[in-house]
Structures are given as structure tokens and as C-alpha cells.
């Protein structure tokens, strides 16, 4: 008996593949489609959190920290946005390359320029961030920084593939002129939209339009009756586009919304993956612009 | 600006004095050049205003840009110093402070609930007053030591003063997937013993802890090693080895150092993206010496307790979710019961198991719960002298609760027992509006 089970150990073991990948946990799928479009078939990513989960609400799972114990590099997105469980995954990975201050511990978020930094900030507020917005996701220029700090840092780790990954960042550079170019030419310039988080802030600033109002009064915070009275107000007072929900949040709010005042609402993927189009972050980039004309 | 006022003001002066030029030439002329010399003067004053002037602005704009060229290169390095962990931990530590008081109801009388034991079992009774009830304001410190340890700190503060609940290093850097826990902390033997009482779903902790371990769950002061194999799913083993002092399970006087030991293993596996199944067993053994067992008597002898654990969690989205949770535990005790009034011993052994098995269902901010609770489930076995005792029925406690929680800080619990432990029959029936808040840095939830 203790034979077979030795056995099964060490078959179990063996089947792990060979590999001389670099392994990568991603905690979101859109960190996990940049480092693609650098690492390509050097690195194997895993991605923590799956498209349809709200990355502010997600929980420690055993198998998230079996992916951490493993990996040659942690990425996430930082600005306080996995606080709620990348520090105790972080731990219990039992793994030294992805502590704090390795080279593993990938913040993303250093190498781009935060915006809404809260001066002074407390719960009352609700669930604010006050590192700045941690949505940078949808930023083409904060993207392409985020692009070339993994190429650094996957240089950094496996040397031997550096030209690589310098080459693949370049053809990311070209694809990403390219698709800016044809998003700039959408007309998004003075549109005005109520959202239901605050999301497209970033992309809001690229692109020129503005988020009037929010369906959650305070972020993190549920709507109540007179919240919605409230944009109902402003939706029949000023010109609003149209109302932005995603896969995860604010489609039953948004609906309603449009339900009452005809303005029409659109239901936008909140990360790679959420719909069937945004496959990576350039097919979700494209799904986002277009919906927003 | 103030060249060009000066240069108008000379040149308007000069016009209209020459204006006035007429009849006596002479006085005129002297006056003229007087008004020239004054008017020199005051330009030269003001020149020398306006280099000052210069010289201040330039000052003050090299100051600015100074500021500008600091801002940059500071705030990235204070995300990296604080991305993860909040507020910049270098100066202080992460700190949390986390209430947690109730209002507690029973339809027994004062003198019946500190009577209430579990017979068999444990001779200790409820502690809960009738009315409000303040559980603790519990302290909790964390940062980095170095690179290499993490440090964490509990300490409960309640109305009978401040104690170190926990207080444990972890290693960060050990390679292979080992890591150590050192000092005093919440032993990892199944799955509820290691939450904090604020982390419970139910306000109270499992019956079978309350009969095996008390109401605080084991909580000692050792070592604790554990190995996260990289097995395709998740297997975490771990030992430890702990001083003993739990007053029902060891006792501080059983032995001099440290005198007893647990062994566990988890394993986990995500069904599907949205459902994930944790189990493993426990097993936690050492010698024992406690006056728990009754009234009016002394134990000494060894204790092993058994455990099995079973966790399932299906969370689609952020606002519905569903927890089954279950433990098993069997304890089995050897040793001698002495009679400290009647000054007799006699063997005690002591076979006996029990189990929790509580869901709790989720949509949007509330929960509602239900747990069962059972000792003597398939073994009850309390041989005194070659006898076995009978202490009359199965003790067992139904409880049903219901949670609004207005953000992940704040949380208002209403729980009903419908409680059957004393084995005579007699029922109580526990009313619980619980309150649970927590201020200051943003701990982790643990799954």
C-alpha cells in the first residue's frame, strides 16, 4: 500500500511538464495578455482571477496559491486593487522569488502615471483607492509603459531570450500605433456617459469624453432609491451618450436606467476575456471604442 | 512694467514743465535741473527695487521647479514601497482594530447558564451575560521584519485588560516551499480553529471545539513547519510543535516543556471556475493534566484528537455565493481521574467524537446561515474504573443566523441556538444581535 501511494507521488511529480518557460501568475487576465504579446511561447501564464469576477471581491483560493508557489514571477496590478488577497497568497506561496522586493514581484502599476489621487481619504468615502484609480487597464499609454517594463523585467530573468522579448515589445509598439490611430478617429471627443465604477477615467481622459455621473453613489456602495431618482434627474435635465455597465457590474441598474429614459446602455467587458470578442486587450480595446460611439 | 511707469512719469513731466517755459529763464532752468537730479534719484531707486523684485521671482520659480522635479521620482517609489501592503509600512507597522460586542438572550436564569456543562464532556458553563456583552476590541499588527520574516500580532483588549492572543514570526524566504511560524499562534488543526472569532460565520464557536478545545479554539505557543508541494493541485502538510497549555485538551503542569504535537495535511481543488472543494485531516496528541473533565476532579493521563474537515464554496460573482462547511472530531483520552474532595483515583478513558456542519447562503450584502451540531455522534465511550458512564442523551444545538453587512468593514449579525447540550432535556434558547466593525489597515481574506 505505501508503495502504490510512493508511486503515485512520484508519478504525480513526473507529470509535471519539463519545461524552460519562464512561469508567470498573472492576477488578472489583462496582465496576463500583455505579458503574452511579450513572452509569447517563452513564458506559461496563469491567471488568478477569471474574466467574470470582480477583481475587488475575489478571495485567497488554494489553487491561486498553488499557481503563486510555482511561478517565477507574481504580476499585478497594484494600486491597492488585490489588497484583499495577493498579500496572503503572496505568503502562503512558501515562495521566495515572488516576496516583496524580488525580482518576481511584479507591481504593474509602477510604471505608470496614477490619476485621482485622493489627497486625504477614509472609509467613509467607501471603497476609494487612495493610491489613485487603479483602472489603468484600458489606457492605451499606460499599457504600452506597462509593456515595456515586463520586457525589462522578463530580460532581467531570462536573459537568454532577451532579444526576444525586445523584438516582440516592437511589434507590440507598431500594433498599438496602428489600432491608436483608428481609435483616435472614433468620435468620442465631448461624449458624455454615466458609469456604474469608475472604470474609464483613463480612458476617458485619451479620448476625450467624460463619466457625468456614477450608479454606485460611492464606490463599493450599492445604489439606493434615491441615488437613482437622482440620475434620473440628470438624465432627463442634461445630454448623456449612454450608460456604461460591464459583464460583472451594473447591467440590472443600467438596464433599468434605459428602461425609464430611452437613453441606451451598454454593456462592456470589464477585462480580456469577459466577452467573447475581447480575446485579448487589443480585441477588448476594439469591443470598448466601438460600443462607446 | 515699473521701467515703462518711470519712463512715462519722466517723460510727461518733462513735457509739461516744458509747457511752463516762459518769463524768467534763469529760476526756471535751476528748478528744471533740480527736478532732474530728484527724478534721477528716484530712478536709480527704483531699479534697484526692481533687481530685487527679479531676484526674488527667480528664487522662488527655482524652488518650484525644485518641486516639480521631486514630485516624480517620489511617487513611484512610494507605490512600490506600498502597492500591497497599504499605507507605507517602514514607520509603522499595518494596524487594525476590530470590535466585537453582542447582545446575548437566553430563557434561562443567571444561575442556570453558569451551571449549563456539557456533561461527559466539560465542566465549564456559559459565560455570556444576559444583555450586552463586550467580546473584545481586538488589536492586530502586521508588517515585513526584513526580507526574510513577516510579523503579526493579535491582542484582544477586553474589559479584564490587554493579553497577546498571537504573536508569531513567518518565514518568507525559505526555498522549496517550506515555511516556519514561530511564537505564539492559532494552531493549524482543522479549519475553524485557525479564524479569528470575528472571521466565524456564527457568532459561537462549533460544539466539538467547545467540548475539546473550549471556547477559544487551541491557541499556543511553539513552532510550526509546514511544506506546499508542487503537486498539480493544492497539498499543504504541516507539523507543529507546541507547549501544551490548552486547559482542556493539556494542560501547562502535564509536563515540564513542550508536550504536544499536530500533524496536518489540506488539499484543495477547483471543481470549476467557480467552485472549489478543501478537506484534509488533523491529528493533534500530548499529554494531559486538567481539572475540566468535572467538577471537584483532576485528569492526567494523554489526549489525541482526530479531525476531518470538508470545505465547498461556490461564488459565481460578487454578489451570490454559497459555503458548506463540516468538521469531524474524535477525541480519545487515557490516563487517572482523582477525586480532589473524596481523594479517590480511578482510570478515566474517554473514546468520544462529534461534528459541525453549517451553509451559509449569500445575495448581495446579506447571508443567511444554518449549522447543526452534534457530540456523541457514533462514539461515547466514558469508562471510569471499567465502567462506562451514561450522561443521558446526545448533546446537540441547531443554530440559525442572518447577516447584513453594509461594506466588507461592518457587519450586524442576528443568530438563534436552539441548544440541547446539558442532556437532561432541558432547552436553551440563545439570542445573539452580534456587531463586528473594523477600522484601519485592510487585512486579507484568508479562503
Known amino acids: 500500500m505505501k508503495k502504490i501511494i510512493l508511486l503515485l507521488f512520484i508519478s504525480l511529480y513526473l507529470a509535471a511538464p519539463a519545461f524552460a518557460e519562464v512561469k508567470i501568475a498573472a492576477t488578472l487576465p489583462w496582465i496576463g495578455s500583455i505579458a503574452g504579446e ?74 505608470i502615471e496614477p490619476i485621482e489621487k485622493p489627497s486625504s481619504v477614509d472609509r467613509s468615502m467607501g471603497d476609494v483607492h487612495p493610491l489613485g484609480n487603479p483602472h489603468y487597464h484600458f489606457s492605451p499609454k499606460n499599457i504600452l509603459k506597462v509593456a515595456e517594463g515586463m520586457a525589462v523585467v522578463f530580460s532581467e530573468i531570462d536573459p537568454g531570450n532577451a532579444a526576444f522579448y525586445r523584438s516582440n515589445l516592437q511589434m507590440f509598439r507598431d500594433r498599438l500605433k496602428k489600432k491608436q490611430r483608428l481609435w483616435s478617429a472614433l468620435p468620442l471627443k465631448g461624449k458624455r456617459y454615466i458609469a456604474y465604477h469608475k472604470l474609464f477615467e483613463y480612458l476617458g481622459r485619451e ?22 431618482e437622482e440620475l434620473l434627474e440628470l438624465l432627463k435635465k442634461t445630454r448623456i451618450d449612454a450608460i456604461l455597465a460591464t459583464t460583472t457590474a451594473g447591467k440590472k441598474e443600467a438596464e433599468s436606467l434605459t428602461q425609464k429614459t430611452g437613453v441606451r446602455s451598454v454593456v462592456l467587458p470589464q477585462d480580456v476575456g469577459a466577452t467573447e470578442t475581447a480575446k485579448d486587450w487589443f480585441g477588448m480595446m476594439d469591443e470598448v471604442l466601438k460600443a462607446l460611439q | 512694467m515699473k521701467q515703462w511707469a518711470v519712463l512715462l512719469f519722466i517723460i510727461l513731466s518733462l513735457s509739461l514743465s516744458s509747457r511752463a517755459y516762459g518769463a524768467d529763464i534763469e529760476s526756471r532752468l535751476k528748478a528744471l535741473e533740480e527736478t532732474l537730479l530728484q527724478q534721477g534719484k528716484t530712478i536709480e531707486e527704483q531699479r534697484k527695487v526692481i533687481i530685487e523684485l527679479k531676484e526674488e521671482l527667480r528664487n522662488t520659480r527655482t524652488e518650484e521647479t525644485a518641486g516639480t522635479e521631486k514630485k516624480p521620482i517620489e511617487e513611484p517609489k512610494a507605490q512600490k514601497a506600498t502597492g500591497l501592503f497599504g499605507a507605507s509600512a517602514l514607520t509603522n507597522p499595518n494596524i487594525s482594530l476590530v470590535l466585537n ?90 479549519r475553524i480553529n485557525s479564524q479569528h472569532p470575528h472571521a466565524w460565520d456564527f457568532v459561537d464557536i462549533p460544539l466539538v471545539y467547545k467540548a475539546f478545545s473550549g471556547p477559544e479554539g487551541i491557541t499556543e505557543k511553539g513552532a510550526q513547519l509546514t511544506y506546499l508541494t508542487p503537486l498539480p493541485f493544492y497539498t499543504l502538510l504541516g507539523a507543529e510543535a507546541l507547549q501544551g ?53 483532576g485528569f492526567r493521563g494523554a489526549s489525541t484528537l482526530y479531525g476531518l474537515e470538508f470545505t465547498y464554496k461556490w461564488k459565481p460573482s460578487k454578489t451570490q455565493s454559497i459555503i458548506v462547511q463540516s468538521e469531524y472530531l474524535y477525541r480519545r483520552q487515557n490516563g487517572d481521574l ?23 447562503y449569500q445575495l448581495n450584502r446579506w447571508r443567511a446561515g444554518a449549522r447543526y451540531d452534534v457530540l456523541s455522534l457514533f462514539k461515547d465511550d466514558y469508562i471510569l474504573a471499567g465502567a462506562n458512564q451514561d450522561f443521558g442523551k446526545k448533546p446537540w444545538r441547531a443554530s440559525g443566523m442572518l447577516e447584513f453587512n453594509p461594506t466588507e468593514f461592518s457587519r450586524i449579525r442576528l443568530q438563534y441556538n436552539h441548544d440541547k447540550t446539558a442532556r437532561d432535556g432541558k432547552t436553551s434558547q440563545e439570542l445573539f444581535l452580534q456587531f463586528v466593525f473594523g477600522i484601519g489597515a485592510h487585512g486579507a481574506h484568508p479562503f
Do not use: W
Not at chain 1, 498553488?66 to 512558501?94: H, V
Not at chain 1, 479620448?207 to 434615491?226: C, D, N, R, T, V
Not at chain 2, 447558564?113 to 476590541?137: Q, V, W
Not at chain 2, 482523582?338 to 451559509?360: C, F, I, S
Open chain 1, 38 to 111: 511579450i513572452g509569447k511561447d517563452r513564458i506559461a501564464v496563469t491567471t488568478l482571477i477569471k474574466p467574470n469576477q470582480d477583481p475587488h471581491f475575489a478571495e485567497a483560493k488554494p489553487s491561486m496559491i498553488l499557481a503563486a508557489r510555482k511561478a517565477d514571477i507574481l504580476m499585478y496590478n497594484g494600486l491597492d486593487l488585490e489588497i484583499g488577497y495577493l498579500p496572503r497568497i503572496i505568503e502562503s506561496s512558501n515562495n521566495p522569488k515572488i516576496q516583496p522586493g524580488k525580482r518576481g514581484n511584479l507591481d504593474c502599476s509602477q510604471f
Open chain 1, 207 to 228: 479620448y476625450g469624453f467624460h463619466i457625468q455621473a456614477y450608479i454606485e453613489p460611492k464606490p463599493g456602495i450599492p445604489p439606493s432609491a434615491g441615488h437613482i
Open chain 2, 101 to 190: 460586542t453582542f447582545a446575548y438572550s437566553s430563557n434561562l436564569n443567571k444561575k442556570e447558564l453558569e451551571l449549563r456543562n456539557i456533561p461527559g464532556y466539560t465542566a465549564a458553563g456559559i459565560e455570556n451575560r444576559k444583555g450586552f456583552n463586550l467580546d473584545s476590541a481586538e488589536l492586530f499588527l502586521f508588517a515585513p521584519v526584513d526580507p526574510y520574516f513577516n510579523l503579526y500580532a493579535t491582542i484582544p483588549v477586553t474589559e479584564n485588560g490587554a493579553e497577546v492572543e498571537e504573536a508569531y514570526f513567518v518565514t518568507t524566504s525559505l526555498p522549496y516551499g517550506f515555511q516556519v511560524k514561530g511564537g505564539k499562534f492559532k494552531s493549524s488543526f482543522g
Open chain 2, 245 to 297: 497549555e490548552n486547559a482542556i485538551l493539556f494542560g501547562p503542569d502535564a509536563k515540564p516543556g513542550p508536550h504536544a504535537y499536530t500533524l496536518f495535511a489540506k488539499a484543495s481543488f477547483d471543481l470549476t471556475d467557480n467552485s472549489t472543494i478543501l478537506f484534509g485531516p488533523s491529528v493533534m496528541a500530548g499529554k494531559t493534566k486538567t481539572d475540566s473533565v468535572t467538577a471537584g476532579a
Open chain 2, 338 to 360: 482523582e477525586n480532589t474532595v473524596a481523594l479517590t483515583t480511578g482510570p478515566l478513558k474517554r473514546a468520544q467524537d462529534g461534528l459541525y456542519l453549517q451553509t451559509v
